[in-house]
């Protein structure tokens, strides 16, 4: 199915120390919506779409695309192939790759991206992290979901399914039903290539073994 259930632990928004290296190559990703094949300012920006840099001698390094669209891959100077990579085959990028980028010492160079619509789909996504769980305290979780889709999700929603040892403290946004310890979040309208999250704290049994594994699930929909 087109969601997943996870636990995540940690994450970040790129796979590079922007400190390490002076040199950089940045840019954007946005939905060419007018399908002329350059990325417009005022055209819907894409987040979290991975992109690649690849040195000539083989070296490569990464980062991934931030709410406003924009990336930013710190890198020694060298000779690069850019590449974009699509989340899903709802989409097509126009170039993919940009070949043979000249970065100098102390340079920033800019590639943009653009990328359009191959169906106009939804495509949901859902992840569910905790930084660590404490029995007899309160612990939160947060639950990130996305619309990795083309269009504009009108009536989304998440089910958490937690843990038996947990009961659900309170939430960033209200709850809608409860079934058991599953928890209905109505997230409403998710727009193409939106990112957000909502936090849920709960509390752990002091009932519950030290060192225990505790499993949740969060589960989001439409998923067809």
């Not at 949901?124 to 083309?150: H, I, Q, W």
């Amino acid at each position: 199915d087109v969601n997943h259930t996870a636990i995540v632990l940690g994450g970040g928004d790129g796979f590079v120390d922007d400190s390490f290296f002076a040199s950089k190559i940045v840019g954007s990703v946005r939905f060419d919506e007018n399908t002329n094949c350059t990325p417009d300012s005022g055209e819907l920006p894409l987040e979290d779409w991975v992109v690649l840099a690849q040195k000539s001698d083989g070296q490569q390094f990464y980062a991934t695309t931030q709410a406003n669209g924009a990336f930013k891959v710190s890198l020694p100077p060298g000779t690069y192939d850019v590449a974009l990579f699509k989340p899903n085959e709802l989409w097509e990028i126009c170039a993919d790759t940009v070949f043979d980028v000249q970065v100098g010492v102390v340079d920033t160079v800019a590639v943009d991206f653009a990328a359009q619509a191959v169906f106009d789909c939804p495509y949901m996504e859902v992840d569910l992290s905790a930084p660590f769980l404490r029995r007899c305290f309160d612990n939160t979780y947060t639950v990130f979901y996305s619309n990795k889709g083309t269009t504009t999700e009108q009536n989304a929603s998440v089910d958490v399914e937690f843990d038996p040892f947990m009961t659900v403290v309170s939430s960033t946004i209200p709850w809608s039903s409860v079934n058991g310890n599953t928890y209905t979040f109505d997230l409403g309208e998710v727009l193409a290539g939106e990112r957000n999250n909502f936090k849920v704290k709960v509390h752990l049994s002091c009932d519950a073994a030290l060192g225990q594994t505790h499993c949740s699930e969060a589960h989001i929909f439409p998923d067809t």
